[in-house]
């Protein structure tokens, strides 16, 4: 049975989805590594060390790419995230804490929740800007011995705020607890080096920011952390616990791979995207459609409020679902049903020229309903 | 970048990827919904509720299909063991015990082992069947209180061998200790019947035996187990802790549903293709080619054992590599590289036109050497 995807022809302004548009090249290795575990052809036991398809040589690229010491595929970041809790709460059975920023994704919640951790938040400045305070992390580090992991959202999918990592990593070296950054939204957008932020871990997303299908991901560790993280099994040798011996067993590792050159490439062009968000930011503003979060913001994940559009959603028939209607009419995608006083879009490698179209739908669709 | 699959066209008795060959339509799909995150294009919060694409509807057919009360989508079967255990033993922490065969995967192994929990095993009957003694499993169960769960292999991955698991089923279902079958190599290719066998939770592998691209696979699990397997998460609304809020958040999944409608028709087939694996058996033997496990055998994983094999690769330059290059020679992969005295393979879908070309191929190879 076939299904179509009705939108794929759209001007895609999803958060979810603009770091992930596949590459021609991650295209044909899904055709040509498809069937089910293809990729493991000529594997000897562990998924980073296959030479054909060149997922070690990969494997190794990532650990310039990144910055970092060691990489492990995963099959995304929230199961980076367990995978690093997990094991650090079986390490340090006494450390029952996990410090996680106000703006962290909901996984990063139930990562901690599923390995049987207590939560301690660092609250945001709230409306309109929703920063993290980061200096509030030195404030709990220091009064109190029994945290195990730091997490920060780098930067987090609502807002796209980007913290200051480095001064995080800073309260952590000197507390001496690790710190996990959640790069969903950046490792394969922008650049991110794990040395000079002093991150112990970072998880990232091949099918949010990575040009690959999904499900795929990468967790990125010191060499202090790697017995934990890669703690062998005491059974079935060469496997590795927390990965259950393989974990993205799949052709989505090779779209991430086929597009991995591309993906090398865009991170150097992150200050022109940054440059066009704020451009689109403005524009919107314009039209009263106000964006929250950071200003001037520095990342391409925006979240907007509009009591215009809220107003209009309360006096129309289609209810809160004419802006979807409007913008679907107009072939745009990527603002949730339903929303229309808050939402989130992203401007992520989308033409200018299309960006332009999406804002004057905006402007259409409020004068067309004033 | 593009990798090129070489064994691509060659003939694929390799048992990881006979019965995971994409359908045309599955390969339709991995073209539409390649992109990362575009199955979640009308997502209201849960991966099994999406009703476009249809995964909903999917989900439900999959009950009727499995005749089981509930099923989750994973990244595949060890995955999905790992859920099992680690949720039962939060809920029941004086538990520690998993029953587990001895010819189990060795990542269930590694699910126990990162779940924290100890291993009961049992043993098989040794050289040449290695059958598993389900009458064991009652014994282990009257004589300990502190057992969490059995798991059976439900054809094992090395001999291809099936236990009776409606026995096992009794056994457990008097001690009231839980079952899970690992059916990574029977759902997909032979029909299973969750309530006929009277277990409580079955995992599936798509990636290995239902047609699909991984890495995919399913949980089923009884109602009297939702509570634990789908214990929803005290923070975040909707979200099943287990799965982290959601599993298998791609195209893989696709290709899974792409497949069903051939999935199903070929399951009805099952009778002729066991039928096919006992002719390749006694085929095989004529060259005093041993096929171990059970016999008659029931399915068309089948390990060898072959001393004529072994004693050409201790006297040929290529030493035991050479059985290797010899099939590569003609085309045919899926017999590890350095195997000679043992190897595995499996007949599943594999045209008799083909195994017989494999069957001459050993032939030749024997009177070349010999």
């Given at each position: ?287 009263e ?17 509009s009591e215009v559009l809220y107003d209009i959603s309360t006096r129309v028939?289609?209810?809160r679902?004419f ?17 229309t006083k ?24 409020i004068?067309?309903y004033s």
């Amino acid at each position: 049975m076939f299904f179509e995807r009705s939108v794929k022809d759209y001007i895609n302004i999803d958060p979810l989805q603009t770091g992930s548009k596949l590459t021609d090249d991650a295209k044909k290795v899904l055709l040509e590594w498809g069937d089910g575990y293809s990729i493991c052809d000529y594997c000897t036991g562990k998924l980073e060390e296959i030479s054909k398809p060149p997922i070690k040589r990969f494997a190794e690229e990532l650990l310039e790419f990144l910055d970092c010491d060691c990489v492990r595929f995963t099959t995304g970041a929230r199961e980076g995230k367990f995978v690093v809790m997990h094991s650090l709460s079986r390490e340090y059975p006494d450390k029952k804490y996990v410090v996680v920023d106000a703006n962290a994704h909901y996984s990063t919640i139930l990562s901690a929740e599923r390995a049987g951790l207590k939560i301690l938040k660092v609250e945001n400045s709230g409306y309109p800007e929703y920063k993290v305070n980061v200096e509030k992390y030195k404030e709990i580090l220091e009064s109190r011995s029994d945290i195990l992991l730091v997490v920060l959202t780098y930067p987090d999918g609502n807002y796209g705020n980007l913290p200051d990592a480095k001064r995080v990593s800073e309260f952590c070296k000197r507390e001496e607890v690790p710190l996990l950054l959640n790069c969903a939204y950046s490792i394969g957008r922008m650049p991110v080096s794990l040395r000079d932020i002093g991150a112990d871990f970072a998880v990232a997303s091949g099918h949010k920011s990575m040009a690959s299908s999904g499900p795929v991901g990468l967790l990125c560790f010191s060499d202090e952390y790697k017995k934990v993280i890669a703690k062998q099994s005491k059974y079935k040798k060469g496997k590795e616990v927390e990965f259950l011996g393989c974990s993205a067993r799949g052709v989505p590792l090779l779209t991430l791979m086929a597009s991995f050159d591309h993906v090398k490439e865009r991170v150097k062009k992150w200050e022109k995207e940054v440059e066009k968000a704020r451009w689109f930011s403005e524009e919107m503003e314009k039209m009263e459609i106000r964006q929250l979060g950071e200003k001037p913001h520095n990342h391409d994940l925006m979240f907007f409020e509009s009591e215009v559009l809220y107003d209009i959603s309360t006096r129309v028939k289609k209810g809160r679902y004419f802006l979807y209607k409007e913008l679907k009419k107009r072939r745009i995608h990527g603002i949730k049903p339903g929303l229309t006083k808050n939402f989130k879009l992203s401007t992520y490698l989308v033409p200018k020229e299309d960006l332009k179209i999406v804002l004057e739908a905006f402007e259409e669709i409020i004068s067309t309903y004033s």
